[in-house]
Structures are given as structure tokens and as C-alpha cells.
């Protein structure tokens, strides 16, 4: 099994930064793909993007490209998403999400195994 805990959210406003970090813990070393997806009240989850954590290599959706980054530290099992230019409509809790069965940047939500419990990222206008 593996553990998701995600840190970092916070009430920011327009235009701010917030870096949010996913530290997993348990059986890692087989993890294949990270990723941060987010939901806001009365939305379904989204897709923000997903990382390879062999070959680093990214996936972001449109709506978050050059504003946000993500980034890896395997020594210390933890994934990064750096956000800034925040907006109002990136207020979601963002939840971090892992799998060990491919390294498929496409999978879907539905094909991650773990979950993170999330975190509330809140954009003041």
C-alpha cells in the first residue's frame, strides 16, 4: 500500500503563488506515475497534470500550462506542484494521486490506485 498527504493549500489571492507538496510513503519504489488533480464545489474532478517519475516527463491540461509546474524529489518521495498567477476559478481542494501499473501519461482518473486526502486551495477576489 501507499500513503498520500498533501500540504501546502491555503487562502491566497489573485495573483499569488502556493506551492503544494504530496509526500508518499509505504511501498514506492513501485510507483510509476503522480499526478494532482483538483475538484471544485459542484464540479467534477479535474485533471491538472501527471509526471512520469522515471523520465520526468509531464502532461498538463491547457488551463494550468505556464502557470503551473510539478516537479520530484525521489529521495524524499514527494511531488511538487508549483502554481502561480492564482485566478479565482483554480479555487478546488487539489488532491495528489499515484499508480504503479503504467507509465501512460493519459491514464485516467479512474486507473490512479492512491488517493491523497487533499487540500484546499482557496483564491480570494
Known amino acids: 500500500q501507499v500513503q498520500l498527504v498533501e500540504s501546502g493549500g491555503g487562502l491566497v489571492q489573485i495573483g499569488d503563488s502556493l506551492r503544494l507538496s504530496c509526500a508518499a510513503s509505504?511501498?514506492?519504489?513501485?510507483?510509476?506515475?503522480m499526478g494532482w488533480f483538483r475538484q471544485a464545489p459542484g464540479k467534477e474532478r479535474e485533471f491538472i497534470g501527471v509526471?512520469?517519475?522515471?523520465?520526468?516527463?509531464?502532461r498538463y491540461v491547457d488551463s494550468v500550462k505556464g502557470r503551473f509546474t510539478m516537479s520530484r524529489d525521489n529521495a524524499k518521495n514527494t511531488l511538487y506542484l508549483q502554481m502561480i498567477s492564482l485566478k479565482p476559478e483554480d479555487t478546488a481542494v487539489y488532491y495528489c494521486?499515484?499508480?504503479?501499473?503504467?507509465?501512460?501519461?493519459?491514464?485516467?482518473?479512474?486507473?490512479?490506485?492512491?488517493w491523497g486526502q487533499g487540500t484546499q486551495v482557496t483564491v480570494s477576489t
Open positions: 509505504g511501498r514506492t519504489f513501485g510507483l510509476s506515475l
Open positions: 494521486a499515484a499508480t504503479g501499473t503504467t507509465w501512460n501519461l493519459n491514464l485516467p482518473a479512474s486507473q490512479f490506485n492512491y
Open positions: 509526471i512520469n517519475l522515471i523520465d520526468g516527463s509531464t
